[in-house]
T-cell receptor
Framework: DAGVIQSPRHEVTEMGQEVTLRCKPISGHNSLFWYRQTMMRGLELLIYFNNNVPIDDSGMPEDRFSAKMPNASFSTLKIQPSEPRDSAVYFC?????????????FGPGTRLLVL | GQNIDQPTEMTATEGAIVQINCTYQTSGFNGLFWYQQHAGEAPTFLSYNVLDGLEEKGRFSSFLSRSKGYSYLLLKELQMKDSASYLCAVRDSNYQLIWGAGTKLIIKP
């Protein structure tokens, strides 16, 4: 298996622009997680889906952030409009199920820089 | 509130043994994970503990005491490639992972 796939790997944009991050989970995994990691705040869970349904989006910083999972093999995280403080590494992770003994497998991350 | 505490940074010598501690206060407990993260890379799974005791996996071992809210990751025969951050994460009663800030481990020759 190719593992969790994220694109783009790097993104540099200007404040105010829309940013879309993409994730393809491991085939057969039912849960998908979006994380943000910075030096100051560490790893933060933004939102997670189970069977394509958003379960908990309490970590989404504000209305500028939105996430969708239209099918079992694709998810997007959108920031509109982007701000410099959104600069971070955004990880997508997937796991086999919810409420079970399972491991989250992380994608390589998208390094976002907002100027 | 929920809290995971780990030392920020540790230094050890190649070939030696190092123990990275993690204490937690969470709403319920459904398992504790250790992840390794090399600089510029994604976290990767190391170990999982849900019952008290020691889980051994090669050079790495993880210990859990639920009554004390405490875990440690033990790394033996340290190698330079073990230089990384080690993240402790606890699954709470809602099966959500609560992450620690990570411990940066520096290995010196």
């Amino acid at each position: 298996d190719a593992g969790v796939i994220q694109s783009p790997r790097h993104e540099v944009t200007e404040m105010g622009q829309e940013v879309t991050l993409r994730c393809k989970p491991i085939s057969g995994h039912n849960s998908l997680f979006w994380y943000r990691q910075t030096m100051m705040r560490g790893l933060e869970l933004l939102i997670y889906f189970n069977n394509n349904v958003p379960i908990d989006d309490s970590g989404m910083p504000e209305d500028r952030f939105s996430a969708k999972m239209p099918n079992a093999s694709f998810s997007t995280l959108k920031i509109q409009p982007s701000e410099p403080r959104d600069s971070a590494v955004y990880f997508c992770a997937s796991s086999l199920g919810e409420g079970e003994v399972e491991t989250q497998y992380f994608g390589p991350g998208t390094r976002l820089l907002v100027l | 509130g929920q809290n995971i505490d780990q030392p920020t940074e540790m230094t050890a010598t190649e070939g030696a043994i190092v123990q990275i501690n993690c204490t937690y206060q969470t709403s319920g407990f459904n398992g504790l994970f250790w992840y390794q993260q090399h600089a510029g890379e994604a976290p990767t799974f190391l170990s999982y503990n849900v019952l008290d005791g020691l889980e051994e996996k090669g050079r790495f071992s993880s210990f859990l005491s639920r009554s004390k809210g405490y875990s440690y990751l033990l790394l033996k025969e340290l190698q330079m490639k073990d230089s990384a951050s080690y993240l402790c994460a606890v699954r709470d009663s809602n099966y959500q992972l609560i992450w620690g800030a990570g411990t940066k481990l520096i290995i010196k020759p």
